[in-house]
């Protein structure tokens, strides 16, 4: 069987006491083993970034920018490889696969402008004689941790800042679908990247134990479910670390009685049932404002008779299974309990067969949802749409205030006052108007609120450079230039 090895120092690393499972998705068979990184293991990778530091941090910005250049050449031409390993062990179709690893590359192209983005300041003269300028140094070195539903992009998110501004990183992947992470450290690698500047070390609770309380971590990234989002950002920061700390969602998908019927319908589709619901920014409830719910309804139900769940390796496959047995059933008993709790189940996934032993399950639309049910108030983090009727914009607007996540949220309307309207109210990080997955692009940053992010900055773009850099202010005299030796020609200073 295949072992994934960690990546320290650009060495592949092997040997190990643990392992996990890595399976095939879409076939239910564990195709391969992942090592499980010990105390002594996580110690020796930082004690490689630690080391890579002074080296990485002196190395010049155009050279830095350099090797992103080169990442960004090879990922898009190895995009294929990566995209199979991607179907292979999360179970999206490949032409999600292909889609993470171009928003990812997102950053990498915006670390290629890294010159321009860790610029500081200058005054000049603030006192008779005296400037100050600021200057924005790295951190150290960073840790990433990272969640399985995003097992190329979100790792990009990070790292591509993180390293630009001169910082070193440990990234400790999803132990779910490991291999991509190796994969893109050994394309830096290639691309120039100096031994210990990025390494990759598998593991779970034991290893991530080890980065939350080692001195010689600085700064933690983090990507994942609420609860552990919240655990990393108090333990981190007890520790004294920067934390950012992103956790889960429950997106709302706003439509109002104005709304072009046809567009808000394929939408909610893709948005709700795309790479089968495991995205932090699928819509998971639909708000149905006033009197299109009934309608809407019937759109989205006779538009998901046609979508095809198979293999992620199939070309016709429109959604693949889903990451594990034991998260499918987990999902299926969100579907199970709805009409228990008073909701009407439109589309039972459950009752999809499929001629195969991985993680399906069919695509499910509930209706008549209120707060208070756990198909509502939990994140299911699968193929199951929620349809909440609102009467009012407002009613939709504190329904949508109210719950407890806040990462993205959409409006479909005609309408631009109201747009603008539920711009300003709404209390969300990301927001899209008749844009259902609103993820920002690379130039600017991603993040929610609520209990969708635990810290002050948002990830990747602008706010990654301050999270990923330390500010520092000179403050600078020069003797007085009538008192040197050279005739500097210059008045006499006040
Ligand atoms: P998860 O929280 O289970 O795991 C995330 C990471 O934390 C993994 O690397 C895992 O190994 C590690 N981890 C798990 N349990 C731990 C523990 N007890 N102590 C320390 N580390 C632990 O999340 P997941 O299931 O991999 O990913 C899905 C979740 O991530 C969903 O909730 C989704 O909404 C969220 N997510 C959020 C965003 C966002 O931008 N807000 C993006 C992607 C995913």
């Given at each position: 069987m295949q072992t994934i090895p960690h990546f320290i120092n650009a060495q592949r690393v092997s040997e190990a006491e643990r392992f996990g499972p890595v399976f095939n998705p879409a076939t239910g068979e564990q195709e391969k083993q992942v090592v499980l990184a010990s105390r002594a293991r996580v110690d020796e990778a930082i004690a490689a970034a630690k080391a890579a530091l002074p080296g990485w941090r002196a190395t010049s910005l155009a050279r830095r920018s350099g090797i992103f250049f080169k990442v960004r050449e090879i990922l898009n031409r190895r995009k294929p490889e990566l995209a199979a390993i991607l179907t292979s062990e999360h179970g999206k179709v490949l032409s999600d696969a292909e889609g993470e690893i171009s928003r990812g590359l997102e950053n990498i192209e915006f670390a290629t402008g890294l010159s321009h983005m860790l610029k500081g300041e200058h005054s000049e003269q603030v006192s008779g004689g005296i400037d100050v300028h600021s200057v924005r140094q790295p951190v150290g070195v960073v840790a990433c941790i990272t969640p399985f539903n995003f097992p190329a992009m979100v790792p990009l998110w990070m790292i591509g800042s993180a390293l630009a501004c001169g910082?070193?990183?440990?990234?400790?992947?999803?132990e779910k679908d490991p291999s991509s992470a190796v994969f893109i450290a050994e394309v830096f690698a290639e691309a120039g990247l100096p031994a210990g500047v990025l390494n990759v070390v598998h593991g779970d609770k034991e290893a991530v134990d080890v980065l939350l309380e080692h001195q010689d971590v600085k700064a933690v990234s983090?990507?994942?479910?609420?609860p552990i989002a919240q655990s990393i950002y108090r333990r981190a920061a007890d520790h004294g670390k920067r934390v950012q700390a992103l956790g889960g969602a429950k997106?709302?998908?706003?439509?109002?009685?104005?709304a072009d019927l046809d567009m808000a319908a394929d939408a909610a589709v893709s948005a709700?049932?795309?790479s089968a619901g495991e995205r932090c920014m699928a819509v998971s409830v639909l708000v149905a404002v006033g009197n299109i719910a009934d309608d809407l309804v019937a759109a989205i139900r006779s538009r998901m008779a046609d979508l095809k769940i198979g293999p992620g390796t199939d070309p016709s496959s429109q959604m693949g299974p889903l990451i594990t047995a034991e998260h499918r059933d987990r999902v299926a008993s969100y579907v199970a309990g709805a009409e228990g709790e008073g909701a009407s189940v439109v589309v039972d996934g459950r009752e999809q067969q499929f001629d195969s032993d991985g993680f399906f399950i069919g695509v499910s639309l509930i209706d008549h949802v209120k707060p208070g049910m756990k198909v509502y108030d939990d994140e299911i983090f699968g193929p199951v749409l929620s349809v909440v009727r609102a009467e009012t914009y407002s009613d939709a607007v504190r329904l949508v205030n109210e719950n407890?996540?806040?990462?993205?949220?959409?409006?479909?309307?005609?309408d631009g006052g109201a747009a603008r309207q539920f711009?300003?109210?709404v209390e969300a990080g990301m927001v899209g108007v008749n844009v259902p997955i609103p993820v920002p692009v690379g130039t600017f940053s991603f993040g929610g609120w609520k209990n969708s992010l635990f810290g002050d900055t948002h990830m990747y773009g602008p706010d990654s450079i301050r999270f990923y850099t330390r500010g520092k202010v000179v403050t600078t005299r020069w003797p007085d230039p009538s008192t040197s030796v050279i005739d500097l020609g210059?008045?006499?200073v006040d």
């Open positions: 910082n070193t990183v440990l990234l400790k992947p999803s983090f990507v994942g479910s609420t997106n709302h998908m706003v439509v109002l009685p104005d709700a049932y795309g407890e996540f806040g990462n993205g949220v959409a409006i479909f309307t005609r711009e300003f109210d210059f008045p006499q």
